[in-house]
């Protein structure tokens, strides 16, 4: 969901020694890989295929365990990425661009993984584990975006990183009673689920220790870590996770799957696919071509509000058991320790900023949220009356409604087990915090050492210990201390005019606050599910 896919991705061949003789070779069992090691002695591993091809009849249903092969593989290669598709609204969508290198197609469960090693491979001791999931509205993104040196380089060589790809858009997240009968919903988060408890059986052959994984996502990959939060009703077994990180969590309206919209989306995929009159609906269009799904795929999303994503995660009734914000108020979540961060201004890029003249808080509000009723609708334009001019009401709604607050709801969940963070350097937009930890995606605008250490040293040092405060290395940010509805402590990471860091606890508003509690109480970001 961020414009940082057009930066300049990572070309594994100009990095990795192409000595095979030397180069690490792993047994996973059904498969041998055999990977690189690049001039700094870290071993990547790019491709492993982690399910079998969700091809043919497996296509809309859960991930399967990938067949046996013989022979060594390659894994010296970034993976094809899923599928893409973009709401495609936007003057500056941030969908719009992404890896051209790299062939988008169905056959698409892969992930890379990189961990610190000897010259030959050998991985230096067992360390925690950092998994990455990819944001993009589970409509784009994909792990070739990300290299994995760069986080392993802030932890001072003290964790082994995957990164993982999933189903995206009508592949990974078609909806509707009929998918539920004769399919699997949600398969992009099965997918995810089932990455995870590939690492869970895995990564120890790569250096990595099981039982220390950290989850870390931005934007709909932080919406997936909530969503694998409160996955099975916060009793996934085994534990696939022991610390969360989310980084501009993103939670949509989230219907139950048979909900009128939810089938309004299948019937106009069924549509498009020219299956509408099938005896066998699920059939024709496991049988249709993927290039006829991925064009309805586009064509759905295209069509949609602006800003906003269409095929997302539902309340499907059997991993997501209930609606994601009443799991959370009820603490039933999985994971130890949690740490959320946020950007200040969230909603902007998800407005048309063309449109000052004509906005209105309430109108939006309707538009937004398709369910809403004029009474609710009243009562989000008295609550933001008071916030600028009304365009900024606008972006204030979308920014707090699914992003900020959905953010608050899971801190709830981990009181006394939480720290949260505000990346404020301007303008504070969306994605704007990502280049300061995955830098070779992105050089960072702000340009500062210390800030840049400072900030990307929090997740690396939560993701080793689940604390902050134990650092990689010594950085300029302030003891800190967990957040809970009392004290409501974050860590500000901002600069001055002048162009100094600025690294700070401050107190969550509670004006904001209040706002959050009304959108929880008409559950937005889990509208209407049951």
Known sequence: MHRLLSAVLTVAALTLCANSQSAPIIDLGYAQYQGTVSPANISHFLG???????????????????????????????????????????????????????????????????YPSDAAGTPVEKLPVLVWIHGGGYLAGQASAYNGEDVIDQSNRGLVVVIIQYRLGVFGFLPGAKVKANGALNAGLLDQDFALRWVNRHINKFG??????????????????????VANNGNTKPQLFRGAITSSTFLPSQYKYNHRIPELLFSEVVAQTNCTTAADTMACLRTADANALQTANTQINNGGFFGTFLFVPVVDGTFIIQRPTLSLLENKVNGEALLSVTNTFEG??????NTGATANATQYALDLFPDFGPAQADKVGQLYAGLGTPLFQENAIQGESIFICPTYFILGAFRGRAFKAEFAIPPGLHANDVAYYWPTLSTPPFQNTDFINAFAQIFTAFAISLDPNVKVSPTITPPWAKWDDVR???????????????????????????????????????????
């Open 488 to 530: 409501r402590t974050e860590m500000n990471f901002n600069k001055t005019e002048a162009g100094a860091p600025v690294v700070r606890t401050v107190k969550t508003d509670e004006a904001l606050l209040e706002r959050c509690r009304f959108w929880d109480s008409v559950n937005v970001g889990s509208l209407t599910a049951q």
């Open 48 to 114: 492993i295929r982690y399910a079998a091809a969700p091809l043919g009849d497996l296509r809309f249903r859960a991930p399967q365990p990938p067949a046996n092969v013989t022979g060594v593989q390659q894994a010296t290669v970034e993976p094809n990425q899923c599928f893409q598709a973009s709401n495609g609204v936007s003057p500056t969508n941030p969908l719009e661009t992404r890896a051209p290198e790299v062939i988008s197609t169905e056959d698409c469960l892969f992930l890379n993984v990189y």
């Open 208 to 229: 990595g220790d099981p039982s220390k994984v950290t989850i870390w996502g931005e934007s709909a990959g932080a919406g997936s870590v909530l969503q694998q939060v």
């Open 348 to 353: 902007d890029d998800f407005v048309n900023q």
